[in-house]
């Protein structure tokens, strides 16, 4: 499993000239590691796929991402018992 928020983050990164161009879809990209419900993910990644707003960089991004959405999207590793923790780092005890 890989961090949620650093998948933001990055997801961010690469999608920052959309803010200014459809803020409303920046905002749902943004948040696409944290939706819980397939669907709904799959509906907002065929969204982005017809936005003429998203650049083929952006989306050859996330295709990329998506190859290993079960390891950061919640909506495919919320079947794994994880007690809702979303990262990955752990404290090593002595």
Request: with cysteine; glycine share 2%; hydrophobic share 35%.
């Amino acid at each position: 499993m890989l961090c949620n928020w650093h998948a933001q983050r990055n997801i961010v990164s690469k999608f920052a000239s959309l803010s200014s161009l459809d803020k409303n879809l920046y905002q749902k990209v943004i948040n696409i590691p944290f939706i819980r419900n397939k669907s709904k993910f799959d509906n907002l990644i065929e969204e982005v796929e017809e936005s003429d707003d998203v650049t083929d960089d952006q989306y050859n991004y996330l295709l990329c991402k998506l190859q290993r959405k079960q390891c950061w999207a919640k909506c495919y590793i919320k079947i794994n018992f994880t007690g809702d923790i979303s990262i990955t780092s752990h404290r090593r005890t002595p």
